[in-house]
């Protein structure tokens, strides 16, 4: 995308607005503005946001920053406030480090080096502060949230009953797991007593019984959303599987979107026995993004700062534009066959044949991981070859004709169809699949609350919805043979699945991410090794 911060980004407002030195806020003097205005010495941050391609060419737009008053020119720091956002987990103004009112850069600038080619030593969480979860807007453009999300919270009950027809409702919310429901019904929805996010719910069942139920979440009682859609299946459809013992059933939501009322429908409708429901709690407790599982180093080690950035457009990227490396303002790569682009995104040329040895189509991704590990297989050949496997994406209960497990990732390179040129991706997530498969079609290199990255579709919705998600909703599987949406660590599992979303060919419709080979639910079982290789730094 042109003029984009991350990867899946629009802008982060790169320029400086308002005028403060370490001694305190003032306005500036006529010397600086005329310095600034006039291209001498001084007023970076002024050029910043008047006409550098970083910046957003506010151009002669200078109460953009200043309120006008007799004979002088003050600084209102409120201006600020919409393009730095300091609401966020990153206060993208105010802050002594990344703040804008403590960047103001006369002389050189505070942020940039002097090429402006990257971030100054300690400047590293200046982009975030833009890219958080109460994002910079410019225009009504959001800027898309890298920073990601932190909930933390224990256990509590509902406020209250908003509706239901199951008898002694009033039973889930009293604190007694040894009370519970008194007859049959099939619905009840939670008022949670205020707008809020949540990321867990559990229910204690008091029968070994098990039965389906359907999990929505809303702001209002009129329109809902599916909030968890579980594994097991009724009607062809995902459900949410209770019961089975006496006990606490406890799972992760899928989507995690701002509700008051928490709606629990029974599918299908039918009998329940008196205290099969004993009590519902829910809670907030989610940490991802991209300083917490992302990729965590500097945003200039994959992103050209000095590039064009803010055009008023949520997504620069399109796949018939051809211009992934200038939509997301990556860096060209430096390797042994010269420069070249981060990405080759749609992929062109005939995947099933290329040369994974010496590719350059993921070139920015092995800038930093080590293709042979990712990459190598027993049918390669020279450093090429790796068998073991080096990598935990792989099915061991599958084996070729010689006893080999193949390598996940190189099947999904190869491609499909002719060539392997199959448009099983939907690169720039308009719907319609345009691309052979890449790294990013299954990874958010930002963080993800799936695990190893896998898409979870926050970052790639329209701006300021969760419409793709939780598109492929990886998990672990674990000890018990189960997926487990907490997991995180790998050497815990025995294997991964995917969503089931319903019968037949997975779709870009259904998981907003790709055309899937026979559905969309895709288990594999396999050892986990201890991979401490994954990544060779330059």
């Excluded at 992929?347 to 092995?366: Q, V, W």
């Excluded at 691309?435 to 990874?443: E, G, K, L, N, R």
């Excluded at 969760?466 to 599992?493: A, C, E, L, W």
Aim: proline content about 6%; some cysteine; hydrophobic content about 30%.
């Amino acid at each position: 995308m042109k003029k984009v911060a991350f990867l899946f980004g629009t802008f982060f407002f790169l320029g400086l607005c308002g005028h403060f030195n370490m001694a305190g806020a003032r306005g500036p003097s006529r010397m600086d503005t005329d310095q600034a205005m006039g291209g001498r010495p001084g007023g970076v941050s002024h050029q910043t946001h008047l006409n550098y391609d970083w910046g957003p060419k506010l151009g002669d737009k200078c109460y953009t920053c200043h309120d006008s008053k007799p004979g002088r020119r003050t600084v209102n720091y409120a201006h600020c406030n919409p393009c730095h956002s300091p609401d966020g987990a990153f206060d993208g103004v105010n802050d002594p480090v990344i703040g804008a009112r403590y960047n103001w850069g006369r002389m050189s600038s505070l942020i940039y080096d002097d090429d402006s080619a990257s971030l100054r030593p300690g400047k590293e969480e200046w982009c975030v502060g833009c890219h958080d979860d109460k994002p910079a807007v410019i225009d009504n453009t959001i800027a898309p949230n890298i920073s990601g999300r932190s909930m933390t919270g224990d256990w509590q009950s509902p406020f209250a009953i908003a509706e239901s027809d199951i008898p002694g409702a009033s039973n889930l919310l009293d604190g007694d797991p040894g009370t519970g429901n008194t007859g049959s019904g099939s619905y009840v929805i939670f008022d949670l007593g205020e707008v809020t996010d949540i990321s867990h719910i559990r229910i204690y069942t008091s029968s070994d019984d098990s039965t389906l139920w359907e999990v929505y979440g809303g702001s209002d009682l009129t329109s809902w959303t599916r909030i968890l859609l579980g594994q097991s299946v009724i009607f062809s459809a995902p459900a949410w599987e209770i019961g089975k013992a006496e006990s606490w059933n406890s799972n992760r939501l899928d989507n995690f979107i701002p509700i008051r009322y928490l709606k629990l429908v029974r599918i299908p409708v039918g009998s329940l026995e008196n205290r099969y429901l004993c009590e519902v709690e829910f809670k907030k407790d989610l940490r991802y993004g991209y300083y917490v599982n992302g990729h965590k180093i500097g945003c200039d080690n994959c992103h050209d700062v000095k590039s064009d950035h803010i055009d008023g457009i949520s997504r620069t990227y399109r796949a018939y534009l051809n211009n992934y490396n200038s939509g997301y303002r990556l860096m060209d790569v430096e390797t042994s066959s010269g420069t070249v682009p981060a990405m080759e995104i749609p992929r062109t040329g005939c995947s099933s044949s290329e040369d994974l040895e010496t590719t350059n189509d993921f070139a920015l991704c092995f800038k930093c991981h080590d293709r042979t590990k990712v990459l190598g297989d027993a049918d390669a050949s020279g450093i090429m070859f790796q068998y073991p496997l080096q990598t935990n994406f792989r099915n061991d209960t599958h084996v070729d004709n010689n006893g080999h497990v193949q390598n996940e990732h190189v099947r999904h390179m190869r491609g499909r169809g002719y060539c392997g040129n199959s448009p099983d991706w939907d690169s720039d997530w308009n719907g319609t699949p345009d691309s052979p498969m890449s790294c990013t079609a299954c990874h958010n290199v930002h963080g993800s609350p799936t695990p190893a990255m896998t898409r979870h579709g926050e970052l790639v919705s329209s701006a300021g919805t969760y419409d793709s998600v939780p598109m492929i909703n990886f998990k672990y599987i674990g000890g018990d043979d189960s997926p487990d949406p907490d997991m995180s660590n790998v050497m815990q599992s025995t294997g991964g699945i995917t969503q089931f979303y319903g019968p037949g060919p997975g779709t870009v419709d259904k998981n907003a991410t790709c055309k899937m080979c026979h559905n969309d639910s895709i288990n594999y079982r396999r050892t986990p090794i201890y991979l401490g290789h994954s990544l060779v730094y330059p």
